[in-house]
């Protein structure tokens, strides 16, 4: 229950990125640079809905190979609730797909063949372990520190992203309903790719109509598991 109020912070989806877009404007080099992209010719597909992002890769695939990277959110403290003296860490982690559903070279990142990915470990303690400890050991193949502390544990995590660390990952498909997400109120969910709308072909659709408010919802993928790459 706790850990899913921190996952409401999370973005549901991550808009695919254009083309040619990437790190536009950020890299310092001046205004023009970002200006002169917006001249580039964009296509767009009038079969596509406006608002859906682009379609998770398909959880057969698994395992993936993957890189990961500092998320934008850090590392944090995090508190369960008001009246709880519990205080875990949390490291928001971005993760960029190398391969894609063949085991080949993935499509440029954040692209539709490739969107981007978001975990966010945390220290709380799960059945003797908790999922940075899993990213380290399990994921990473490295040691935890001789202290293990939320805050330690946590840490080694962080300095380890900032090597951008290759793992592999299986990922899982999760769509969760924005309209319904009110705080204490019920908040309608789908994950695995099998629970998804079946298409004609056989494939699943991302795009899922909440039962509650009938509101649409677009699938993102999130890692369930770390393996050694
Ligand atoms: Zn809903």
């Known amino acids: 229950m706790e850990e899913q109020e921190i996952i409401e912070d999370e973005p549901q989806f991550s808009p695919p990125v254009p083309a040619g877009a990437t790190n536009a404007g950020a890299a310092g ?19 596509s809905p ?11 695939g698994n395992p993936y190979l993957a890189v990961l990277h500092r998320g934008a959110k850090g590392l944090k403290v995090v508190a369960t609730d008001d009246k709880s003296a519990i205080r875990y860490c949390m490291n928001h982690i971005a993760i960029e797909l190398l391969t894609d559903k063949d085991g080949k ?3 440029r990142e954040g692209s539709k063949d490739n969107p981007k990915g978001f975990d966010q470990a945390t220290t709380l303690q799960l059945g003797g372990s908790n999922r940075t400890a899993d990213i380290l050991r399990a994921g990473l193949r490295l040691p935890l520190p001789a202290k293990q502390t939320h805050r330690s544990t946590a840490e080694a995590l962080f ?17 969760r309903c924005g309209n319904c997400s009110v705080k204490g109120g019920v908040q309608y969910q789908v994950q695995g790719e099998r629970n998804f709308p079946q298409l004609p072909d056989g494939s699943r659709s991302h795009i899922w109509t909440c039962p509650n ?6 699938a993102n993928w999130q890692p369930v598991k770390y393996m050694p790459a």
């Open 29 to 47: 080099s001046g205004p023009t640079d970002g200006l002169a992209l917006a001249d580039e010719e964009i296509t767009i597909n009038p079969d």
């Open 50 to 60: 406006a608002f859906a992002f682009a379609a998770p890769p398909p959880e057969a």
């Open 105 to 107: 070279p993935a499509a």
């Open 159 to 175: 300095d380890a992203l900032a090597r951008d660390p290759k793992t592999r990952i299986n990922i899982q498909w999760r769509a």
């Open 213 to 218: 408010c009938k509101g649409e919802v677009s």
